[in-house]
Nanobody, 121 residues
Framework: QVQLVESGGGLVQAGGSLRLSCAAS????????MAWYRQALGKERGLVARITIGGFTNYADSVKGRFTISRDNAKNTVYLQMNSLNPDDTAVYYC???????????????WGQGTQVTVSS
């Protein structure tokens, strides 16, 4: 059994910063790329940022220059540093990762439960 547990969401004023964390726990054998998605009310879930196991990153155009994704492979954890937040960043943020467990040779896509980020104007 594998879980992705997010933390760090909350309420912040426009222009402020938040740091999200997502830790994988359980029978983790290997993790491929790790990513953050977000879903605003009434909208589809979309990719915010992704980081490969080697550290290569890509970002949604709307967050480039403001958000930074990083990971600690030893801790099976991915982070999202969010700066210069604006109300359009308000959404539920989800962690995602394809994970191979110690009991299976296949990759399985896992999602966290989501953490709310609210940016007030």
């Amino acid at each position: 059994q594998v879980q992705l547990v997010e933390s760090g969401g909350g309420l912040v004023q426009a222009g402020g910063s938040l740091r999200l964390s997502c830790a994988a726990s359980g029978s983790v054998f290997n993790i491929a790329s790790m990513a953050w998605y977000r879903q605003a009310l009434g909208k589809e879930r979309g990719l915010v940022a992704r980081i490969t196991i080697g550290g290569f990153t890509n970002y949604a155009d709307s967050v480039k220059g403001r958000f930074t994704i990083s990971r600690d492979n030893a801790k099976n954890t991915v982070y999202l540093q969010m700066n210069s937040l604006n109300p359009d960043d308000t959404a539920v943020y989800y962690c995602n990762a394809p994970i191979k467990t110690t009991t299976s040779s296949r990759w399985t896509d896992y999602w966290g439960q989501g953490t709310q980020v609210t940016v007030s104007s």
